[in-house]
């Protein structure tokens, strides 16, 4: 049994992308995502908090042409009864599995249930699934969806769906693949040709991606973190039957145009130019800051730098010539990169001090901390090293429930 670490706390996003090249499945991708790191108790867990018995879960490394990779099998005891939708989704909507599962499942069969109604001409409530609906069809999918819920990515993009040809048996007798209902999934959705006369895209395969993935297209650019590779339940001579899964590192980091205006002054007073960084911000400009320099003839200065949006340029450039007095200014323009960042709170000392949260760490205001210093006699570094312990304490706690 495959037990990873729980990938929830990572500073850097994190983003799946599947690679249906020859295909997908149910099993191939549930192979997929448990050997690209989804924690396999966790699903089984899930599955088993169900209302559904009678099927057993096998998770193992098989051969594929020559490729080791995860084939995740599901058999039933008993051949399983058609199953409707509305049936489904109540055993689902009354389950205890986390909302995103819940959801996620629900989004699935609902995807389904649509396209088996257009196909047969009846109401969606009264479709009845066949082989979808089969208790084996219920594992994949909930099993899917827990084993994407416990990889914590921010995203799921794929690449194109392959298609072979040939027929298919089904309940309705030979049907030619893909199959009409693997059709009615992939509208709008991009496909490609596979040489081979085997099913290579299961109506539950292809409703999964369908309900995943967030955008459709290559590989994103990021530092590749950790690949998987789920097993179809078929060798084929044509291929390796397998569904290739990747974690990638991303820049979550927003780039926008900003100007940067700086100055060199060795004849204004440390009063104006705090008087004058204040102002700036004060103006709306993003930062502003001082640096100590060496200018001309051995005169100490300071060089004043403005960063601000493009629409503030004339105004901050205005704004510091007339409170330096200098006879000139640079202008760049400059990309800033903007991570994302939230607010929390955490109680300290019966205070409440604001955390600034980024990807990359979290630090206490320090407005905040100064307030709770003074409140209670503690230094401000000692404050803000408490502050920190117990916001890190508090998420780690969160993550465990």
Known sequence: MRRVPNLGGQVTPRMLWLNPAVGVSGDMLLGALIDVGADEVTVRNALESLEVGGWELAVGDVDRRGLQCLHAQ????????????????????????????????????????????????????????????????????VGCWAALDALHVTEVRSGPVGLGVGTVQSSHGALPHPAPAVLGLLEGLPVVGVNSATETATPTGVALLATMVDEWGPIAPGRLYRTGFGAGSRDVEAHPNILTAVMIDIDDSTIVDAVLIETNLDDVTPEILALVVQRALDAGADDAWLVSIGMKKGRPGHQLSVLCAP???????????????????????????????????????????????????????????????????????????????????????????
Not at 81 to 89: F, L, N, V, Y
Not at 328 to 355: C, N, T
């Open 74 to 141: 599901v058999t039933t005891a008993v051949a399983s009864e058609p199953r409707t939708w509305s049936g489904i989704d109540s055993l689902l909507a009354r389950s205890s599995l986390p909302s995103r599962v819940v959801e996620g499942s629900r989004a699935t069969f609902r995807k389904l249930a649509k396209v088996e109604a257009k196909r047969h001409g009846v109401e969606v409530d009264d479709v009845h699934f066949h082989e979808v609906g089969a208790v084996d069809a219920i594992v994949d999918i």
């Open 311 to 401: 629409g503030l340029r004339g105004k901050l450039v205005d704004l510091v010539a007339i409170e330096t007095g200098t006879l000139g200014v640079r202008v760049y323009d400059v990309a800033k990169h903007v991570f994302p960042r939230s607010f929390e709170e955490i109680e300290l000392d019966g205070e409440m001090i604001r955390m600034k949260v980024g990807t990359h760490g979290a630090k206490p205001e320090s407005a905040d901390v100064m307030r709770v210093a003074n409140a209670t006699g503690k230094s401000a570094r000692l404050v803000a090293a408490e502050a920190l312990s117990r916001w890190m304490r508090a998420t780690s706690e969160e993550e465990a429930n």
